[in-house]
Structures are given as structure tokens and as C-alpha cells.
């Protein structure tokens, strides 16, 4: 479990710095060695390639703003590189900028991934990118179902890049975005002109990513890397009094401090209020981990059947906005050539 979520670096680390390897099986110790090394070594080289994105794209006139893990390196929140494994680099920039960053990424060795699964209506936007024209229809139907454009791969180093444009998915990013934080900013650890997200916004952003993006608070979603990277920022800052502050969501939130809490076995620095909601959520949670099957066939089907109709309208409407995108798009690429 530890290494399909991607902490089984971290809980190396930590066992080594308490004396409990031996403790365990000689094999399971040399193999999270080696992963413990090698994660260390790749962290190394992406910070090295945060380094050179920085650097190019300030000589674009371009400052990015790095969240998630590699802003959590950047404000040294491990003690330890190897604790937190980077699989992609998640850089934010003004919204008029967006478009210019990914085009300079691009020109500079970066190359989209051919995939097949990839809709045909993105594949229509990013054609239009490349041509630079593209229109407010295809526009405002990609924004609404993306936080960020395709993710750029380099030839000869060790991460991707996502180019964002909201932290959070649509509604919710208008209460939470760059007009949101942007004054509370902190220079990066970097050469040249970059930037990380205050403490307390780097806090509430895992909770969110967590509770909202990867849809945590509607199906009960967890990770252990979240609820270990939040523990390491309530060492510093008090999630409680943080989410309190921020006067929104508070439920969502709050369930968000419990569910990590409960995962990491109740740490005194995780501190969550004992509401009616939270409590339910929680046993919604622990139908998940301890009857995995009926949560899945039974729990959450019925709970996706009261909210069938709904779904259906939504679908449908989304449906309709996608053909409509799709026959501007056509329209317009026929208007170019003739």
C-alpha cells in the first residue's frame, strides 16, 4: 500500500531516523533502500530542471509560481529530498500567460505525449494553439473541464511539466486563485524570479486537492502522501485555525484534517473539529477501508442513484457544449483554408 501511494520513501526515511530497521526483513530493507536512493538522486536532478524552467522562463519575462510537491521541496518542508517523491512539476501563471508559457516550453525541447485516449475536442484545442488562433468557444469549453493544458514531457530529464491556470476545478476556483493568494507570495529558493505559496495557502491547497480535485469529499478518495504532507505543515502552522480563517468550505475542509488524521492514527498536531457532517463523512470513510467491496458495489452506487438525474441533465448539457465547440472549431478551420 505504501508503495502504490507512493510513501514508502517517506515511512524508509522515517524508520531509519528511529532505529526500527531491524525490525524488519532484510530484503523489504535492502529494496526500500534502493527506492529510497534512487528517489533521492531523481529529486535532486527535477529540482536541477525546476532550476532551468525558472531561468527560461524568466528570459521570457515569464514568473512562475510552483505548487504542490515541487514548492514543497522548494520551501524545504523535508528534511530529507527522498521524502516526497515528484512525479510532475506544477508551475501557475497569470492567465494571460498561460498560453505564452506552454508555447515557450515547447520550443525549448518539451513535447506533448501521443496518446490515444486523449479527446477529440482537446486535440482540436491544442491544434489550435499551435496555430494561435484560437476562439472563446473552444476556450471556455476546455477551461471548464481542465485546471491545466497537456502535460509537456522533456527528452533527457527526470519530470513532466503542467502549465496551470487555476488551482482548483471549476466552481471553486473562484475562491481560491491567483487574486486569492497572489499578495501573500514568497520568493522561491531559486537564481532568478520565482515563486511558492505562503504557508497557510500551501496547506489549504492539499487539503483541496484532496477534498475537491481528486473528489475526496463526494467518494471518500484518500492519500497517504497528502495526509503525510499535511502533518509535516501542521509541525509549523494549526490546519484548524488555518481552514477557520479562510471562511469557506469549512465542512469539506474540516473532513479533509479528519480523514488524515484518522489515517495516521490521530497526531496530536492535526487538529479537526468534531462536527455532526465530519462524523458522517468519517463513516463513510471507514466503510472504504475496512468493506472495500461493499463500498464499491453497494454504498456508492446507491448513493450515485440519488443523484442520478441530475447527472444525466448535466451530462447532456455538457454534451450539447462539446458538439457546439466541436462545429465552431470546424467552421473556423474551414473559414482559414478557403
Known sequence: MSTSMLVHTAMYVNLERAGLLEELPDDLVEFLSKHTEAARERNKLTLSQIQDVTSLLNSHGISPIFTKGAAHHLSNLYEDPAERLMGDIDLLVQPDQVLKTWKVLKMNGYKEKNDPRTPTLTKAFIRQLETGQTSWWAEWSYWGHHRHLPALYPE???????????????????????????????????????????????????????????????????????????????????????????????????????????????????????????????????????????????????????????????????????????????????????
Open 156 to 338: 533527457d530529464k527526470p519530470c513532466r511539466v503542467e502549465v496551470h491556470r487555476q488551482v482548483l476545478r471549476k466552481p471553486y476556483d473562484k475562491h481560491f486563485n491567483i487574486n486569492h493568494f497572489g499578495s501573500r507570495l514568497v520568493r522561491a529558493n531559486l537564481e532568478g524570479e520565482a515563486w511558492v505559496m505562503a504557508p497557510e495557502d500551501q496547506l489549504l491547497l492539499v487539503i483541496m486537492n484532496g477534498q475537491i480535485n481528486d473528489r475526496g469529499w463526494g467518494y471518500g478518495f484518500y492519500s497517504l502522501r497528502q495526509s503525510y504532507d499535511l502533518m509535516l505543515m501542521s509541525h509549523q502552522i494549526n490546519p484548524l485555525e488555518t481552514i477557520r480563517h479562510f471562511g469557506r468550505w469549512f465542512p469539506i475542509l474540516n473532513t479533509g484534517l479528519a480523514r488524515s488524521a484518522v489515517l495516521l492514527g490521530n497526531p496530536q498536531e492535526i487538529t479537526w473539529q468534531n462536527t455532526h457532517a465530519t462524523r458522517l463523512r468519517l463513516q463513510k470513510f471507514d466503510l472504504e477501508r475496512h468493506y472495500p467491496r461493499f463500498f464499491r458495489f453497494f454504498y456508492r452506487w446507491l448513493s450515485r442513484g440519488f443523484r442520478f438525474f441530475p447527472w444525466l441533465i448535466k451530462k447532456i448539457m455538457r454534451g450539447f457544449r462539446s458538439v457546439f465547440s466541436y462545429i465552431f472549431a470546424l467552421l473556423k478551420n474551414y473559414r482559414l483554408r478557403t
